[in-house]
């Protein structure tokens, strides 16, 4: 203050309610944590109340712990955030609302009543988690309980340790712009395991999401929605393809159990065909593709190869053979044929349209637009999947749900594709940012069975990677490793972002897998709870080492900490070496 300087300072606690003390003296703001402001640090003991009384007992040790700073706060005009982490919820807490958002909730409002109690109100909520999914129910859950109090603070958002790169960004989007989306938010964090200015794009952008929702107030016309339960998740089901007996080829594989990609592509990526191949995730034998654990499951054909194009019509086949469905439009079809095609018909449409002989299968693309007869009739036709393409100016989220809706009244189980299209101006940081609010907070309710994003501008691999990445951020499918890592901070007792890039580095290759790597013991052992394996900051130069929440190494020496985790993988079965492509020969 001295020098000058004007910003607020804000002043993080956990375990230590004196130092709070303390620091509301010259402080603008202090962020308390329900879970471990009062009740000391993270274990995973089961605590069992007999009787309410006990229960009660430890509440009024909390209000008698945490009075003194809220008096302290509210006669100095100190501003604070009662800030529930996922990862830190007391074992009074777990032990009768368990792990769950209505957990988180109920630590928070724990604080807030003795805050209200005593005609405080400078404080805001926010429920952090780093699973994206767990953090938008605990959000939404919080301000449906607000709501029926007739209360109104405001609400900090972010998906805490995120993680760093694409990845990272991706969850926050995903979390937070879902919410932004639905107008819940007052003021967002975006926590990468990077340098701390650079969270400030993805937080930006995030920002003018959301502000842009609310100053054009997106969304449709009211519509009775009973399919969606906030409070609780639930994926909606939805039949996969089956084969028939009248099939030429097998078209069983052209959307994945576990969420599909779809990618659009071009008769000039398709004659390139090895480098295509790749691009689109494929492994090569002697030239010939086969399908990998992150192979795009169907392609987009907006425009089709002419009949005379080899390569880029021997690359369809090629992908045929493999289980990848090709799909096309009606129109296209009818003029340039393309053996067991998959038809793309617009919803309004697909009850009069004519089907090119060529054609196995339909696909149905809604823009958010029809009515909900013509949605009923479109479903009629029998389609393999459904691919919502909002026209410009709908509301994706809201007109999406909508769909779902009639959907559900009309007992169809048909896929549904969300299909984000970008123009050649948008950057890729964008694709990232829109189609983690758009597409992932539809995924995140448990709306939708995959993903096709479309740019003209941005490669084919990047926006397969970032499909891939949107479906595992939002717990759908795993093709590579989970990691949870938190930003750096104070506490952090290594450098963060070259042990998490080392790590990534020799990890990375393990779909299946997720690895924790926390700077330090406050939120670590609680955010680990989903990881496999923890790598947490124990002391300087030392690490502990965590198999899910057990601690099995303690003091390891930072610099073989990380050859000592991939020991402990292998320990447990769970390492497989990465796979050396062999050298293509050329094809026949």
Not at 142 to 151: P, R
Not at 200 to 221: N, Q
Not at 393 to 413: N, P, Q, T, Y
Request: charged share 25%.
């Amino acid at each position: 203050m001295a020098k000058g300087y004007t910003t607020p300072l804000i002043a993080d606690i956990h375990f230590a309610p004196k130092v709070a003390m303390m620091v509301a003296e010259c402080f603008d703001k202090i962020r308390v944590n329900p879970g471990n402001f009062a009740d000391g640090r993270k274990t995973f003991e089961e605590k069992l109340y007999e009787t309410d009384e006990e229960y009660n007992e430890e509440l009024e040790m909390i209000e008698e712990t945490f009075t003194p700073l809220v008096l302290k706060c509210k006669e100095r005009g100190v501003a604070m955030r009662i800030g529930t982490n996922h990862g830190s919820l007391s074992a009074r807490t777990l032990s009768r609302y368990g792990d769950t958002p209505a957990g988180m909730v109920e630590s928070a409002f724990e604080f807030a009543r003795i805050c209200r109690k005593h005609d405080y109100h400078n404080f805001v909520f926010s429920m952090k988690a780093s699973n994206p999914l767990v953090m938008v129910q605990a959000y939404r859950l919080l301000a449906h309980e607000m709501w029926k109090l007739g209360w109104d603070y405001p609400l900090h958002l972010g998906v805490t340790e995120a993680g760093e790169g694409e990845d990272g960004r991706m969850k926050s989007s995903i979390g937070i712009g879902a919410l932004l989306l639905d107008g819940l938010g007052d003021t967002i964090r975006v926590s990468l395991t990077e340098a701390s200015h650079l969270e400030m794009e993805p937080c930006t952008r995030l920002r003018d999401l959301g502000m842009d929702a609310c100053e054009k107030m997106i969304g449709v016309e009211k519509f009775d929605e009973t399919a969606r339960d906030f409070k609780s998740f639930g994926r909606r089901e939805s039949q996969l393809p089956v084969q028939k007996e009248d099939d030429a080829i097998d078209l069983r594989n052209v959307l994945h159990r576990d969420g599909s990609v779809l990618s659009a592509v071009t008769p000039e990526m398709l004659a390139s065909e090895d480098p295509f191949y790749r691009d689109l995730g494929a492994k090569l034998a002697v030239g010939m593709p086969l399908r990998d654990i992150a192979t795009s499951d169907s392609i987009i054909l907006r425009e089709i190869p002419k009949p005379d194009d080899e390569k880029a019509n021997r690359s369809i086949r090629r992908l045929q053979e493999i289980g990848v469905g090709v799909l096309a439009p009606v129109d296209a079809l009818a003029k340039t044929p393309v053996a067991n095609a998959i038809a793309m018909v617009a919803a309004k449409d697909a009850a009069t349209a004519t089907i090119p002989d060529c054609a196995a299968r339909v696909a149905v693309v809604i823009d958010g637009t029809e009515s909900e007869e013509e949605i009923v009739a479109a479903l009629a036709t029998d389609p393999v999947m459904c691919l919502i393409a909002t026209a410009p100016g709908v509301s994706r989220l809201h007109a999406s749900r909508r769909v779902f809706e009639w959907m559900h009244r009309a007992g169809s189980a048909v896929p549904v594709i969300h299909n984000m299209q970008f123009d050649a101006s948008a950057e890729k940081d964008t694709v990232v940012i829109e189609s983690g609010a758009q597409a992932g907070g539809l995924l995140c309710d448990g709306l939708g069975d995959g993903v096709v994003v479309e740019h003209p501008g941005v490669p084919l691999s990047y926006l397969r990677t970032t499909s891939f990445g949107l479906l595992q951020g939002s717990r759908m499918r795993n093709t590579k490793t989970e990691y949870v890592s938190c930003p750096s901070c104070g506490r952090t007792l290594f450098d963060l972002q070259e042990v998490t890039a080392a790590i990534s580095e020799r990890t990375g290759h393990l779909p299946g897998v997720a690895i924790a790597v926390m700077g330090c013991i406050v939120n670590g052992p609680g955010e680990m709870a989903d990881a496999d394996f923890g790598y947490v900051g124990g002391a300087p130069g030392k690490i502990d080492l965590y198999v899910g929440k057990e601690v099995v190494k303690r003091g390891i020496d930072n610099d073989t900490a990380c050859d000592e985790l991939i020991q402990l993988i292998k320990d447990h079965g769970r390492w497989v070496e990465k796979e050396v492509e062999e050298e293509e020969a050329v094809a026949a």
